[in-house]
């Protein structure tokens, strides 16, 4: 799965990468340690526009049909096995997918006490995305949109494996415009697969991550370092 991760890139920068244009319409600054349940950029595509912007969802998807909010604490993650046919994705697996911005993700590995907590991201440094989706909800009663989002995961590549057996889906560059316009499920199950372990890095990191609150560089200082 996956239940924290950073993005540090500045908005600014995000844009000019990933060709959106600029001024950005949303205020959420850097976080080290993003958590469920907190807003996070989403980068989306406006077929009548035919332009991508960059915008604040709250992580834990909420389908159209769900009575209330407590569904999104099930739904940060969307297996890629079972996307397409799941009650909770299978309309926004067709119709509003996205992709989410990251510097790096945590995941957590047990030496029989204790978590271990790592810090895994590209062995460059560069920022890269999460295959996502997206939805748009109304509480009973209420006229305001509630915009949530939720990671997709797939099998763990041979570096994420040493410690879990799942991991985000990372969608290379060549694959974001397929993703977030119009494609056929086939072609678009086919982009949900582990990125390759090579290009990637993982450090066992401070378990100062453990808590959301902790939210600065420190918590990735490696351990060896302390």
């Keep these: 799965m996956c239940g924290r991760y950073r993005r540090t890139t500045q908005q600014e920068e995000l844009a000019r990468r990933y060709k959106i244009p600029i001024p950005v319409q949303t205020d959420l600054p850097i976080s080290w340690n993003i958590a469920p349940s907190q807003d996070v950029l989403a980068i989306r595509y406006n ?22 909010e407590k ?8 297996r890629m096995e079972t996307v397409e046919t799941a009650p909770s994705y299978r309309s926004a697996f067709k ?10 993700f945590y995941e957590w590995r047990r030496h029989g006490g204790p978590k271990a907590p790592f810090s895994i991201g590209m062995k460059d440094d560069r920022p890269f995305v999460f295959a996502g989706l997206w939805e748009g909800w109304k509480a009973p ?23 879990h057996d799942r991991m985000p889906v990372i969608l290379p560059e060549q694959f974001h415009a ?20 090579e290009e990637m890095k993982m450090v066992e990191i401070s378990p100062r991550v453990n808590s959301a609150r902790n939210n600065d560089a420190e918590i990735l200082r490696p351990v060896s370092s302390e």
């Design 47 to 68: 077929g009548e526009t035919g332009q991508r912007s960059l915008d604040a969802l709250r992580w834990g998807l909420i389908p159209s049909w769900a009575k209330d």
């Design 95 to 104: 119709k509003r997918r996205c992709l989410i911005p990251a510097d790096g």
């Design 178 to 197: 397929a993703w977030l316009g119009e494609s056929h499920v086939a072609d678009l199950k086919a982009l949900l697969r582990p990125f390759p372990a």
């Design 141 to 163: 009663g209420s006229n305001d949109w509630l915009r949530t989002c939720t990671i997709i995961t797939t099998e763990a590549n041979e570096l994420v494996a040493q410690i």
């Design 71 to 78: 569904i999104a604490f099930k739904t940060i993650n969307a």
